[in-house]
């Protein structure tokens, strides 16, 4: 199985200001995914990010937002900006390996105050 | 874009007996569906996953059943455990390799002794 190292694990943030997630993967993958998890609720993919371009976001999520940055086939940051409460929720990464089955990160799970 | 439906969304058994959970995706040509279990506070793990070019696919208590024409796959659990107690997501995807994946609304499966 894949090794994908997320931090943090969890904060706990003001309203109005920003938390950058990083996924760290034990090798290199063209792809790696954003997904969020509302409480008591489904994931839902926030962006696609490929190494050397920008990523690619799902309708409803934009980059001002949620910007990520992909310096390489390993590694990826999320960031979560001017956060309110609604944006409590649990941020994955994923990966696949062997592009045959996808692989999440232990979660980020945010509460914002 | 691709839109999966999956119930029921809480499922509650005996010990020993079968869970069925079933669903369904608008996208014809999707072609890949996994199962993921998710235990509380924990990651998403595949549990079973089955290609378009398969009707079913089994791993010991664990069976996955695929029908291409109705466009809906189902989880089907034996001789269930306390263990097997957590939230279930069923997903789909298309294309070849890494690609996104669209989940279910998730089954909250509890399994009494």
């Known amino acids: 199985s894949a090794v994908i190292s997320q931090k943090p694990s969890r904060d706990i943030c003001q309203r109005g200001t920003s938390l950058t997630i990083q996924c760290q993967v034990d090798s290199q993958v063209t792809m790696m995914f954003w997904y969020r998890q509302q409480p008591g609720q489904s994931l839902t993919l926030i962006a696609t990010a490929n190494q050397g371009s920008e990523a690619t976001y799902e309708s409803g999520f934009v980059i001002d937002k949620f910007p990520i940055s992909r310096p390489n086939l390993t590694f990826s940051t999320l960031t979560v900006s001017n956060m309110s409460p609604e944006d409590s929720s649990i941020y994955l990464c994923?990966?696949?390996?062997?592009?045959?089955?996808?692989?999440f990160g232990q979660g980020t799970r945010l509460t914002v105050v | 874009g691709e839109n999966v439906e999956q119930h029921p969304s809480t499922l509650s058994v005996q010990e020993g007996d079968s869970a069925v959970i079933k669903c369904t995706y608008s996208d014809s040509a999707s072609n890949y569906f996994p199962w993921y279990k998710q235990e509380l506070g924990k990651r998403p793990q595949l549990i079973i996953d089955i290609r378009s070019n398969v009707g079913e696919k089994k791993d010991q208590r664990i069976a996955v059943t695929l029908n291409k024409t109705a466009k809906h796959f189902s989880l089907h659990i034996t001789e269930t455990q306390p263990e097997d107690s957590a939230v279930y997501f069923c997903a789909a995807s298309w294309g070849q390799g890494a690609q996104k994946l669209v989940f279910g609304q998730g089954t909250r499966l509890t399994i009494n002794p």
């Open positions: 994923s990966v696949w390996r062997g592009n045959t089955e996808a692989f």
